[in-house]
């Protein structure tokens, strides 16, 4: 299977949206790239898109849903940019997209001046939490970071919601 990791262009949005079902999703995200805020990559097995991610480097935090977080992640981590929503598709996973995707955004880490990366992941994720760990990530000593959003339920409700991520740093 080949793959290939690619930032996205404009006009990647609508195949991504569409994949991923997720409307509205990447054309905010191409957005924040266009100001200079983030980069967004994606994987692709042919036409097909298969992994997501972005590596937020902004001044600013993204959104209401990381301005909860912001202040704990940036007391201890001011000026990490942080690798944000990576995704793989289930049927691609466990084959080194994940670990692609990771590659492919340290490197412009890198590239955009950056001497460490962080990351969080969800407590019970451990298959994430070893990929990570196995590429040298460590565990911040910070304890766990909580954050809220506002979304919508399975029912067309808005709803608060309420995640906890492990934060993980790794020097480049």
């Not at 809220?148 to 995640?163: A, H, I, K, V």
Request: proline share 3%; with cysteine; charged share 25%.
């Amino acid at each position: 299977m080949s793959i290939v990791v690619r930032s996205v262009s404009g006009a990647d949005v609508a195949s991504l949206e569409s994949a991923f079902d997720l409307r509205g999703y990447f054309a905010k995200r191409r957005e924040a790239v266009l100001e200079g805020h983030c980069v967004l990559l994606a994987a692709w097995s042919g036409s097909r898109p298969v992994a997501h991610g972005y590596l937020w480097d902004g001044a600013e935090p993204e959104s209401q849903q990381h301005l909860s977080a912001i202040d704990v992640v940036r007391r201890y981590l001011a000026g990490v940019p942080l690798i944000q929503s990576l995704y793989v598709a289930p049927d691609h996973r466990r084959c080194g997209i994940g670990r692609a995707m990771v590659v492919a955004l340290e490197r412009e880490a890198r590239e955009r001046g950056h001497a460490s990366v962080a990351l969080g992941v969800g407590p019970d994720n451990h298959g994430a939490g070893e990929l990570y760990r196995g590429m040298g990530y460590r565990r911040w000593d910070h304890g766990l970071v909580e954050y809220t959003y506002y979304g919508m339920s399975e029912d067309g409700e808005r709803q608060r919601f309420t995640e906890t991520s492990v934060l993980m740093q790794k020097v480049l």
